[in-house]
């Protein structure tokens, strides 16, 4: 059985559920559920605390886990990324009060609070900053406030929290994060049952990122809709009873879908539909 590693709560968990239900695994339906077997798909999946599934994945007792970039690499371990899931995006950056410095390069002699010291403390030795880094399970950003720190280091996705504290952001982000699949590092690449979980998961992406669209045009005009609609591979070209035209199929970003069929109208295409998919493999 492949043995998968799942957030159990925080901003990942409901997401990286929610992604491996649409790849048809079944998921826990009570949040005390710490193991789930899904016999029909041969996965066992273990419902544990975010930071800590690197560390899992990293010893090889689990195969593979979703986790945050940025808490992989604040854990050290020997893990790698193997696949990007698109949600929990977010980066993760140097805040201070307004006038406490203008850059990493000025933190020196500084306290910098966090919940990644791992990162953090890497980030200013990388810059050659001797700073000091106090860990804190969270909250972070009450520490400049209570004296603790000069300088914070958090995730910060719309940075309400920051401006709600008070403080602005230093410098370029440290790094940019969003759920990842990971693997033990150096992990076989061509375990059938990994690749099989690697083409379920693509196939939940591709499912939410394009729809189908169908749509008829005169055959003058065939090769200016197409490249309008190039598809992943090639569109389906298909003749129509009524002579001179023909019906034309494509997966198209669901992003750019109206402006799309905007432009496939003023070519001529008539009966132009987009469809959801429902579930693919590339
Ligand atoms: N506001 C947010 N937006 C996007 N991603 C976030 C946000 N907060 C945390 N994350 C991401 O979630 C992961 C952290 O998981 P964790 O569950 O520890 O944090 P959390 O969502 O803040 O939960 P907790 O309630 O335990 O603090 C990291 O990968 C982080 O980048
Ligand atoms: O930029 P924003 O959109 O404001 O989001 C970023 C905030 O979200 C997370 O905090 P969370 O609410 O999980 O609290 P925590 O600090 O206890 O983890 C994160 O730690 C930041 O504080
Ligand atoms: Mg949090």
Redesign the pocket.
Known sequence: MLRIAV?N?????EPASAMLHEAGYRQRKDRRELVLVDVDNGVEFFFL???DIAVYVGSGRLDIGI?????LLDSGSQAEEIMQLGF???T?RYATRPGTAKDVSEFGGMTVAT?FSGLVTKHLADNGVDADVVHLD?AVETAIQLGVAEVIAD????GT?LRNAGLEIIGEPILE???VVIRRTGAPTDDPKVQQFLRRMQGVLVARRYVMMDYDIRVEQVERAVALTPGLESPTVSPLHHEGWVAVRSMVPTKDAQRIMDELYDLGARAILTTGIHACRL
Do not use: I, W
């Not at 986790?67 to 808490?71: P, W």
């Open positions: 957030p709560k925080g901003s990942l968990s605390r975010p930071r986790t945050g970039r940025d808490l929990a995006g977010s993760f919940s969270g995730v910060v996705e719309t929290t994060s969003e759920a």
